[in-house]
């Protein structure tokens, strides 16, 4: 079966990439396709991280497009942010965070890509202040140092049009369930436990400073906690760092350094993948030695 591989330029929005997708999969479908007897013109898409919103936002491009019916079979979606992470919050503020390269002189580099804000987290409680959640698409609920004394439509600091834009997006993303039946959709997400910031402090009386470094953590893949990689009524693997074989000790040392990046690269992920592509379903996608627990159905 031919494999492609869609590259995408991750500072733009997801729309944009999802428009560059569209054309890809235009280009695809006018091949031949010979290999494939009796090919229905559909492809079959495994998504990691971000990947998994440009394709979620591909659905609602390609119908804009008026492309036809939509060309997509089978959909696994690999530890991506569907709620977004707080890793994009300290990102943006101090950028130390691991995710969008992790580099501290990067932060003011970072807000000026669309991409970080439609990032940002939308799950419960990702930002408080006095024991309530703050609107972290409201710039008013910034850090007081990371805003910009005058503002323009164009400026990009942490201002309120380019939240504003984020939001929207996000907002328009369709739901995989709605567009694809559920029996043809998989999530795979890191569960670490206690490895992934799931909710930051925010102290009004000093700027809005964002307490990162007694954040509180849950389960995750170390960038995105578990409440953000799930779909209502999608089935679930779950996989942690003690799942990667001891046989594969380069695995397990990358899975314990930085577990989303290399989620989709273990050996467990690509079989279960694999399995899924061809039909597979229920605790049978569980590759040898992972324990039937982590299928959640």
Do not use: C
Not at 282 to 288: A, M, R, S
């Amino acid at each position: 079966m031919p494999t492609y591989l869609f590259a995408y330029d991750w500072r733009y929005s997801n729309v944009l990439n999802a428009r560059r997708l569209v054309r890809f999969v235009q280009r695809l479908r006018r091949k031949p396709m010979d290999s494939i007897h009796g090919w229905d013109g559909t492809f079959d898409f495994a998504v990691h991280s971000m990947g998994g919103l440009i394709l979620r936002a591909f659905f609602d491009e390609w119908q804009k497009a008026n492309a036809g019916p939509l060309p997509v079979g089978q959909v696994v979606f690999i530890a991506t942010p569907h709620l977004g992470s707080l890793d994009a919050v300290e990102a943006l503020i101090s950028g130390e965070a691991v995710l969008l390269g992790g580099r501290k002189e990067l932060r003011k580099l970072l807000r000026t890509f669309p991409s970080a804000y439609e990032l940002l987290p939308r799950f419960p409680n990702a930002v408080v202040a006095g024991g309530g959640a703050l609107d972290i698409f409201n710039e008013n609920n910034w850090q007081g140092n990371v805003m910009q004394a005058v503002q323009g439509p164009d400026d990009y600091g942490v201002i309120q049009n380019h939240l504003t834009n984020a939001e929207a997006v996000l907002n328009a993303l369709p739901q995989p369930p709605a567009v694809i039946s559920a029996a043809n959709l998989l999530v795979i997400y890191g569960a670490n436990p206690n490895s992934t910031k799931v909710s930051v402090s925010v102290d009004p009386a000093h700027g809005n400073w964002y307490d990162f470094d007694n954040a509180q953590k849950g389960d995750g893949d170390d960038v995105v906690p578990v409440v953000s990689a799930l779909l209502n009524g999608v089935a679930a693997v779950e996989i942690r760092t003690d799942d990667v074989s001891y046989f594969h000790p380069i695995e397990r040392g990358l899975a314990s350094l930085d577990l989303h990046a290399f989620l989709p690269a273990l050996d467990e992920v690509a079989t279960v993948v694999s399995r899924f592509m061809s039909a597979t379903r229920g605790p049978g996608l569980l590759p040898k030695g992972i324990p039937g627990s982590r299928f959640h159905p």
